[in-house]
């Protein structure tokens, strides 16, 4: 099947049984907006349990933190996010639609036979629009330009293709010059309806120059400016000192937290790949000046291993190092790791030594002090990097902690991880159906009770099972419907359950259950006590991330 075609079908799967919802859809929907369902919850809820377990409880040096979504001004003016966190913009005239730059389509020019001129293809959706894009390319955006018609090809008919015609940078003839976007989502905590404070400030404002009306405006809005936050990270850097303080943390030690972010993206993709409200997990871990390129080592190791171990297909996740110019000015060096999607390889997350750019720009800021002391300073005992160990200082010294960031995104991990697991199965003489082979501990269910039939007496032993893997915290459910047992099965293998637990006849005279296994489809009976624990072995078993 095209790759096209599959991600359709895992969009139509996570639409049909319950991953993912267009966002109010009954009322036309909201572009970029989508909502889990039950299952969808269920996987997105242990995509980031898994990274929570390895990062917080499987370490004794990181703690977990909950941080304000809305933010002050100040803060982000401080972390650079009001002046910096842009994207360049522009718009194409003809169809209003908003590129970045480098992702503008690109212009299809179709040359004269042995000339230089010839003419620019642009396809509309439908002739209606082809119609009414010919009449505003005539009457306003390119006055006595010749233009035709076929279909729903509009032709812009040209003489020369020259970069002077038409933007070299862009690649599409209607398009705007190039300006600066802001990606944080604005809003005002007050009770005066902040349109009112504009309308007055303007009517009060003596002059016509509109970047004079605009400042005029900004003073005023200033103090009740908030904005969502764009990423996790600065709510773990203005508590350093609550943290320390709190929980008397030493050096290295990390500060995770998850939740959600926000950017006005100028383009929403690839269904929840790029959506202006998403969730990161983020780590931050302060580290000695000394200590940090081998702490940036082992953490680009260490979240690279945790994408490998919950992949099927290994060859479709990489890493890519960040040239010069891609970082910010302060980061001293940046991986992504990237999953090959069905459009082609895309950041999943980001991991990054970002010096001590954060937690100085806040103390500037604030006068607070985030300066530690390390009275003797030393080397991580259990730091095995040991060859990228700068110089360590041999007298007490003061320093501000350099941050080792890795920052994942939960929702597009969570396409990637259905884009892994979603395969098409093909048996002899059989319809195709689909098996979605999520790791189990991604899993939404992760066990399906099935008594044979409908029978009373299969019930209290369908309760004793189900109560055992409930309280262990393990997704289950009952299966109980007059489907033969086969149908069932498969229907779970759609949804990714790895476990399907069988009650029949011989269940009521030995205390067994069968166990299928969704990936080998091989069956084995097992005692009704061990079940859970069995089950939360092959869950768990191997879980245990190389600690430094
Ligand atoms: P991109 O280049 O794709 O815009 P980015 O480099 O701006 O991403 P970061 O600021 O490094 O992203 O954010 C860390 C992670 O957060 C990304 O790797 C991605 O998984 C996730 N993320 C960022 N922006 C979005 C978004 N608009 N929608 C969904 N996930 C996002």
Same mark, same amino acid.
């Given at each position: 099947m095209a790759q096209a075609q599959?991600?359709?079908?895992?969009?139509?799967?996570?639409?049909?049984?319950?991953?993912?919802?267009?966002?109010?859809?009954?009322?036309?929907?909201l572009r970029g907006a989508y909502d889990y369902g039950p299952l969808g919850v269920e996987l997105k809820k242990n995509i980031a349990q898994s990274w929570w377990r390895r990062n917080v409880y499987f370490r004794d040096n990181v703690v977990g933190i909950d941080t304000s979504i809305v933010t002050p001004h100040n803060v982000l003016k401080a972390s650079g996010h009001v002046d910096e966190f842009t994207d360049a913009l522009v718009d194409c005239l003809l169809t209003k639609e908003r590129f970045r730059p480098d992702k503008a389509p690109p212009i299809n020019f179709k040359q004269d036979k042995g000339q230089s001129s010839g003419k620019i293809s642009i396809i509309s959706p439908d002739k209606e629009t082809a119609k009414l894009w010919e009449q505003k390319i005539q009457n306003e955006l390119a006055p006595g330009a010749v233009v035709t018609r076929q279909g729903k090809e509009v032709?812009?008919?040209?003489?020369?293709?020259?970069?002077?015609?038409?933007?070299? #940078?862009?690649?599409?003839?209607?398009?705007? %010059?190039e300006r600066p976007f802001n990606l944080m989502f604005k809003t005002f905590l007050d009770p005066i309806d902040p349109i009112d404070r504009v309308i007055k400030t303007t009517i009060e404002n003596d002059t016509s120059d509109a970047r004079t009306i605009r400042d005029q405006v900004d003073n005023v809005l200033r103090p009740s400016t908030v904005y969502l936050r764009p990423e996790t990270a600065q709510g773990v850097f203005i508590n350093f000192n609550q943290v320390m303080r709190t929980m008397k943390t030493k050096l290295p030690f990390g500060i995770a937290q998850m939740g959600k972010s926000f950017r006005n993206e100028i383009r929403l993709e690839h269904a929840i790949f790029r959506t202006p409200e998403f969730e990161q997990l983020e780590l931050e871990y302060f580290t000695a000046?000394?200590?940090?390129? #081998?702490?940036?080592?082992?953490?680009?190791? %260490?979240r690279l291993a945790w994408w490998l171990e919950h992949a099927n297909n290994k060859a479709d996740i990489r890493t890519r190092n960040h040239e010069a110019d891609e970082m910010a000015h302060y980061a001293k060096g940046c991986m992504d790791v990237e999953y090959k999607f069905p459009w082609g390889w895309g950041e999943v997350e980001g991991v990054a030594n970002r010096g001590n750019y954060d937690l100085t720009q806040h103390m500037k800021a604030t006068g607070e002090n985030f300066e530690v002391l390390e009275d003797k300073p030393i080397v991580s005992s259990h730091?095995?990097?040991?060859?990228?160990?700068?110089?360590?200082p041999q007298e007490p010294t003061r320093f501000v902690p350099t941050v080792i960031e890795s920052s994942c995104g939960l929702n597009r991990a969570l396409l990637a991880f259905l884009c892994d697991a979603f395969q098409q199965v093909q048996e002899p003489g059989k319809e195709s159906r689909t098996v979605l082979k999520l790791h189990p501990r991604f899993a939404p269910v992760k066990c399906a009770i099935m008594p044979l039939t409908g029978n009373a007496e299969f019930q209290p032993y369908v309760e004793k099972v189900a109560r055992s893997l409930r309280r262990q915290g393990l997704y289950t459910v009952i299966e109980a419907q007059k489907l033969r047992i086969g149908k069932r099965y498969?229907?779970?293998?759609?949804?990714?359950?790895?476990?399907?637990?069988?009650?029949?006849?011989q269940t009521l005279e030995d205390q067994t259950v069968t166990i299928r296994d969704r990936d080998t489809a091989e069956q084995h009976r097992i005692p009704i006590t061990d079940v859970s624990s069995i089950i939360n072995e092959k869950i768990w078993g191997d879980e245990a991330p190389e600690l430094e």
């Open positions: 599959r991600f359709r079908a895992l969009l139509d799967l996570c639409k049909r049984r319950g991953f993912l919802f267009q966002s109010a859809e009954i009322h036309g929907g032709l812009l008919h040209v003489k020369e293709m020259t970069t002077t015609t038409y933007e070299p #940078a862009t690649n599409s003839p209607f398009l705007t %010059d000046p000394w200590e940090s390129s #081998a702490w940036f080592q082992y953490w680009q190791k %260490d730091l095995k990097e040991t060859a990228l160990i700068t110089s360590v498969y229907r779970h293998d759609e949804i990714g359950t790895p476990f399907c637990i069988t009650v029949d006849h």
